[in-house]
Nanobody, 112 residues
Framework: QEQLVESGGGLALPGESLRLSCQAS????????MSWVRQAPGKGLEWVSG????????FYRDSVKGRFTISRDNTKNTVYLQMHNLKPEDTALYYC?????WGQGTQVTVSS
């Protein structure tokens, strides 16, 4: 059974950093591109970042470029989202996904 489990969310002050992790199981992780998607309170889903199966290319939405870094460790079946210089508008439930498989999400709240 394909499963994704996110962790690492929490409360951060503006300007602080958090690192999200997504542990995958039940499928061949190294063969799949992975993405992070978020949903802010009262808003729709918003794609944040993605990378290829071998991690060779990374992609970001404009609002997080230069602040967020996506990476993966295929030996650990884990994808990461390092977030620096967090802003209140980054507050959201963050999901990792591949294809139609989603994790349960991890909450990131940025507030002073």
């Amino acid at each position: 059974q394909e499963q994704l489990v996110e962790s690492g969310g929490g409360l951060a002050l503006p300007g602080e950093s958090l690192r999200l992790s997504c542990q995958a199981s039940g499928f061949t992780f190294s063969r799949h591109a992975m993405s992070w998607v978020r949903q802010a309170p009262g808003k729709g889903l918003e794609w944040v970042s993605g990378l290829y199966s071998d991690g060779s290319d990374q992609f970001y939405r404009d609002s997080v470029k230069g602040r967020f870094t996506i990476s993966r460790d295929n030996t650990k079946n884990t994808v990461y989202l390092q977030m620096h210089n967090l802003k209140p508008e980054d507050t959201a439930l963050y999901y990792c996904k591949f294809g139609s498989t989603w994790g349960q999400g991890t909450q990131v709240t940025v507030s002073s």
